[in-house]
Structure formats: structure tokens, C-alpha cells
């Protein structure tokens, strides 16, 4: 069984735009455990989703404090997660992953930019130009 945790430190749209990710996982990984790491105030939109199996709620203004990180990381860590998932990678977000112990760690590259610091084993490059193709549709007449 792999532990699959999704890290969505973002809003509420961000949150349930994410939730699809479990959706998928379970399609590939059908028995595993996948968890969601949200922040307090967007757990509505998560709670009763049958693909997710646990939520750690966190609340905004604790992640920004020291020790309250460090109480996560271990946290995280004591979990044993095989694969975490970082889609919106903010440095909070990028330090639990990169303490987690976790075998593949997946984030996105900040466009233009190659850190040293190697937060994730595995990172999604970012398109080189922004999409046009959705504000091109709403210009149509």
C-alpha cells in the first residue's frame, strides 16, 4: 500500500481544483492511503471526498512560526509517505517536503529559475510562455 500525501497550502478553489489528484492516485494506486494537508479554513471542500482518507488541517498563521513547523515536519515524517505532492511549492510546502523522508517528492520549477537546493526528486518544468488559448476563446464575439 503506498501513503500518498498531497500538500495544498493555498484557498478553497486551489483546494478542491487539487482534490483530483486523489481521484487520480487511487486510479493508479487503488489501495492506497492518500492525505491532504490544507489549511483549516478550506476543509469543506475536501471532507467527504471518498478518495481522501485524511485531512491535516493547518492553520495559516501557525505554518509561518518555527516550532510549529517543526512539530509538522515530524509529523510528516512519523507518517512514512512513500509520494508527496507539491502543487503550488511555497517554501513552506517545499521544506516538508525536503525533510518528509518521503522516496518521491513531486513540485513544480519555478519558471526561470534552477535552485540548488534539491526540495523535490522529481520536478514539473512550467510552461516557458503563459497560455493564451482560454483568454483568445473569451475575446470571441
Known amino acids: 500500500m503506498k501513503k500518498i500525501l498531497v500538500i495544498q497550502n493555498k484557498r478553497i478553489g486551489d483546494v478542491l481544483i487539487a482534490?483530483?489528484?486523489?481521484?487520480?492516485?487511487?486510479?493508479v494506486f487503488p489501495d492506497s492511503q492518500i492525505d491532504y494537508l490544507v489549511y483549516d479554513f478550506t476543509t469543506g471542500v475536501i471532507e467527504n471526498n471518498p478518495n481522501i482518507d485524511n485531512i491535516i488541517a493547518v492553520n495559516e498563521k501557525e505554518l509561518k512560526q518555527f516550532k510549529f513547523m517543526r512539530r509538522l515536519i515530524k509529523q510528516v515524517k512519523n507518517n512514512k509517505y512513500d509520494i508527496i505532492f507539491d502543487p503550488y511549492s511555497k517554501l513552506q510546502s517545499r521544506i516538508i517536503c525536503y525533510f518528509s523522508g518521503a522516496k518521491m517528492r513531486i513540485?513544480?520549477?519555478?519558471?526561470?529559475?534552477?535552485p540548488w537546493f534539491k526540495f523535490y526528486t522529481h520536478t514539473v518544468p512550467l510552461l516557458e510562455?503563459?497560455?493564451t488559448l482560454v483568454v483568445k476563446l473569451l475575446r470571441i464575439e
Open 129 to 131: 510562455e503563459k497560455n
Open 107 to 114: 513540485g513544480f520549477q519555478k519558471r526561470g529559475k534552477n
Open 19 to 27: 482534490s483530483v489528484i486523489a481521484q487520480n492516485m487511487k486510479t
